[in-house]
């Protein structure tokens, strides 16, 4: 290398880091990607970018979230405002603030943060645009920021990938793309389960925000063993590394994420950039006028017991009167609002802490609690099991009760009291209902000498054997157990109602 190649390479690798500070990706030749000149510029603007994220889709998301406070932390607001703002102050700075400022967040981290006209316009986005829901996401952070610190240390990656999440969700534990992706850290149904997140009728680990957020650590760890280069594995944690792989290709080989920018599709092109912006703005928001929303309830208001048996959201609300408001927010992993917990196998539930003790103390009960909507399956599953033995018959031209009556083999006047007819004249396309031997029949039969006679002969050989209530167990299926009906076992046992106890005996008759 010539002495003079030397000196100017010296001279220029300290200040090297400013050129990638400001680096701008150009838009390609518009002949390549078929762009019109407006389109380039936008592109180079940051205008469409923004535009085309699903950044303010999740921002707008976060909004719904009930459990949070329109107030602010209990936090000395003074201290935080220490350049006296009014409350409507929307502070806005020169380009060469924000590049000083990124740039110094660049310097403790190894991601290398950059400044250019796409990050400034998610700047925007979030200090100016969306500045509530950013005060949202500022007190969500309260709540999920120690918990990725945690697993992100635990993997030995950068802690500033915590604002990730902000970028997938919003900090929103219930969002859900349109494509499908679910959870803190949007993970679709593929990617999730070739990290452990399993997805079944009842449980979806997508939306369990420990679970998924050690997948995700685990994702990017994996992802940056081949890249080599965080920018591109953001960018192929967003759109997959099918996609990232191609754009290289079509770049001409580049492992860059601005030299391969314009290749990307539209929502990753504007990834990077938000992750960089809301880096800053949640680094810089007193700067931005910006203080974080109380998040009530998430903060410190929630803790988790173990569920060791199958039960109902329906059951804990009606025993112990946690809201199901808040059984659906705190645990939107239980798709169906069912948890099936096992002795082998406990499930998490997380409630307010006040109703904590309560569901230890009352556990067993809860368990075996049959819940109103229970009540009202075992009232129609009666029903069903009283007609279950009959069927309609529909009248043709020339049948007559005579006829229906010898092709069933049952007696005219059985026809014409199940049916409440009080003539035996029938016309074509009326419906009877006709029940097979020893359902509702044999219980008219009674009446008469010879059922009576049967019947009486039949208690002579009846057995009765006892049965013991356990966990769980319901009228219904102790029913299908010896195969009788809810009415049966009503009858034997002189029961009123339709709830029975665990170590209950139960009279059985055969």
């Known amino acids: ?40 510029h936008d592109l180079n603007s940051g205008k469409a970018v923004v535009e085309e994220s699903t950044v303010m889709e999740m921002l707008d998301m976060v909004s719904s979230i009930g459990m949070m406070k329109d107030v602010y932390l209990d936090i000395d607001k003074k201290a935080w405002n220490k350049y006296g703002f009014k409350e409507d102050d929307v502070p806005a700075y020169d380009d060469s603030v924000y590049m000083q400022r990124i740039q110094t967040l660049a310097n403790e981290t190894t991601i290398p943060l950059t400044f250019n006209n796409h990050v400034k316009s998610f700047i925007e986005l979030y200090a100016n645009r969306r500045r509530q829901q ?36 919003a900090l929103n534990p219930i969002a859900g793309s349109k494509a499908g992706a679910k959870g803190l850290w949007q993970f679709m149904r593929g990617t999730g389960g070739e990290y452990g997140l399993k997805v079944s009728t009842l449980v979806d680990d997508r939306y369990d925000p420990e679970k998924e957020t050690d997948a995700a650590c685990r994702y990017l760890q994996s992802l940056y063993s081949r890249y080599d280069d965080w920018f591109l594995v953001l960018a192929a944690y ?27 599709p539209a929502e990753t092109r504007g990834y990077v950039p938000a992750f960089i912006a809301v880096t800053y703005v949640m680094n810089y928001a007193p700067e931005h006028n910006l203080y974080p929303m109380n998040p ?15 039960v109902a959201f329906d059951q804990i609300n009606e025993c112990i009167g946690v809201p199901m408001i808040d059984l659906e927010y705190f645990n939107p992993q239980y798709t169906k609002r069912v948890i099936p917990g096992s002795k082998e196998q406990p499930r998490t539930l997380r409630m307010p802490t006040k109703y904590t003790l309560r569901f230890v103390q009352l556990e067993d009960s809860i368990y075996s609690y049959v819940s109103k909507s ?23 031209k020339g049948e007559s009760l005579g006829s229906v009556a010898r092709k069933y083999h049952v007696t005219v006047s059985k026809i014409k009291q199940w049916n409440h007819l009080k003539r035996e004249t029938l016309h074509v396309g009326q419906r009877l209902t006709i029940y097979r031997s020893g359902s509702p029949m044999a219980q008219v039969n009674k009446t008469t000498k010879s059922s009576s006679k049967n019947n009486n002969k039949a208690t002579k050989t009846q057995s009765t054997k006892t049965h013991t209530v ?9 029913a299908r157990k010896y195969g009788c009906t809810v009415n049966d076992l009503k009858k034997w046992n002189n029961l009123k109602g ?9 009279k059985i008759k055969k």
Request: charged letters at 25%.
């Open 498 to 506: 339709n709830t029975v106890k665990v170590g209950q005996k139960l």
């Open 374 to 396: 229970e009540k009202a399956r075992e009232i129609i599953e009666e029903k069903v099991e009283e007609v279950s033995d009959s069927f309609v018959h529909v009248v043709k």
């Open 296 to 310: 009530g309830l998430l903060m410190h208001g929630t803790d988790t017991v173990l569920v060791r048996n199958r």
């Open 134 to 169: 950013s005060s949202r996401m500022l007190g969500l952070s309260y709540v999920y920021f120690p918990m990725f610190e945690e697993y992100l240390a635990k993997y030995n990656l950068p802690l500033e990938l915590k604002y990730l999440a902000m970028v997938e969700s």
């Open 238 to 264: 967003n759109s997959g590394p099918g996609t990232v792989n191609k754009a290289i290709i079509r770049a001409g080989g580049v492992k860059n994420y601005w030299a391969i920018w314009p290749y990307l």
């Open 470 to 478: 356990k966990k769980g167990e319901t009228l219904s299926s102790i």
């Open 1 to 40: 290398m010539k002495r003079s190649h030397l000196i100017a390479l010296l001279l220029f690798f300290p200040f090297a880091h400013l050129f990638a500070q400001v680096y701008e990706p150009l838009a390609p030749d518009a002949d390549s990607l078929e762009l019109d000149d407006q389109r380039i």
